[in-house]
């Protein structure tokens, strides 16, 4: 048994496991989908060592903070919420994870309240950490750092059990080795590193014991799945998962466009669970930019992907992330981008201004763009995006009415699903529908939202 005594602000201390007061966790989770996943499963790891997962809003015992470093603002946002959970509580255990703890341990530890930092390569070593913490009673002086090479790091094994509304998403890979001029993520992540296929279709087929209807397989490079196994990559992967009775949907998370060559959409064509949404990390529509940015293809080859997937895969549909103001970019080649864009038709477009993000090659070359050219660009590329996504879904509404909808959310009498091709259906309903596949009849839209009523 675990003696935990909790420090109070006026320095007085009671021992929680005298009252049968289960200690608390918050866990802040920064950036992308894999850190989500990798937050979750440090989530149920401290459910099973008795440690009660609570908001991170709350005030807690302790704090995880799963860090992100994919821009400057990113790491400030980092450093804002270690400094607001000791805040909150400063007596709570504090634990900082994650992609800026992996590249600048050093700046995370002059944060005054701080009691242990991990890398990318040991984040479940949170738990262990915090039950020392506890056992203690009282918090490090100085935090003890844990980091280790991330290039020499194995895959860290973890699963999930739990998954919020009706997905999951299920972490398969980690590590890039793209090393494209604007990223940082290669030295935070690390080398390609594959989860077993044996160890992946075990976890879903668990998710789906447990009432999955939806899995989002994801990694820092999901294409790159299996470059590291023997007999092994995404499309062998694809194929088994699609075998798992119960499951009905698995989606990909983002996919460099240089996968997509005929082989790969041959063996995923066949597939009855795949949807028919993929997310493209296209970042230019300029073969010009994409060639300063150090990008696997140039912008034919990424339409010639768009249009292979298109003639094989019935209904498909494509969302991207877009950089403008790439050092260099000039107003042609932003037009470029344009054009790309109304061409490849894209459902969502998430666009980024270019950060200057110190330690990558894109940071020192020449021709850095103004931060007032970037924003006017962003918001007109912003505004081309909307009118896509309009006409998109008005051709649905007018084309196939009735779709297929798994139903996530309730909100103020309405509930929200997506079909298969990730349109956003919103549906009166006088309860709640969740985690249920219903026939809607697709009536009208404004633009972003698809609006309709159940077929009987």
Partial sequence: ?????????????????????????????????????????????????????????????????????????????????????????????????GCLAQVDAERIAKIEGVDYISGNSGKLSVVKAALGLLERGEKNITPEICVDDINSAPFERMSINKFERTRAYVKIEDGCESKCAYCIIPSARGMIRSKPLDEVVKEVTQLVRGGCLEVVLTGIETASYGHDLENTDLATLLCEIDKIEGLRRIRLGSL?????????????????KLTPHFHLSLQSGSSRVLAL????????????????????????????????????ESEEDFLETVEFARNAGFLMMHIFPYSKRAGTVAASMQGQVPSEIKKRRAAELSCV?????????????????????????????????????????????????????RKVKITHTDGNTCYGSFEN
């Fill in 256 to 272: 460099d466009p240089s996968l997509i060559k005929p082989d790969f959409v041959k063996m995923i064509s066949s597939l009855k």
């Fill in 385 to 437: 995006a909307k009118e896509i996504r309009a006409k998109l879904l008005s051709e649905v509404v007018a084309d196939t009415p009735i779709r297929d909808v798994l139903f996530e959310s309730y909100e103020n009498g309405v509930s929200y699903g997506h079909t298969a091709d990730f349109l956003e259906v919103a549906v009166e309903s006088p309860e709640p529908i969740h985690s249920v596949f």
């Fill in 1 to 97: 048994m675990i003696l935990y005594c909790y420090k109070q602000k006026i320095k007085e201390r009671y021992c929680k496991l005298t009252f049968n007061i289960s200690p608390t966790v918050g866990i802040y989770t920064l950036g992308c989908k894999v850190n989500q996943y990798e937050s979750e499963a440090i989530s149920e790891l401290f459910a099973a060592s008795g440690i009660l997962p609570h908001s991170p809003s709350d005030v807690c015992d302790i704090y995880v903070i799963n860090t992100c470093t994919v821009t400057a603002e990113s790491d400030r946002k980092a450093c804002q919420f270690i400094r607001r959970a000791i805040q909150k509580n400063p007596s709570a255990y504090v634990l900082v994870t």
């Fill in 293 to 328: 940015m150090r990008r696997k293809y140039n912008a034919d080859m990424a339409m010639n992907a768009i249009e292979l997937l298109r003639e094989n895969i019935p209904d498909a549909k494509f969302t991207t992330d877009v950089i403008v103001g790439f050092p260099g």
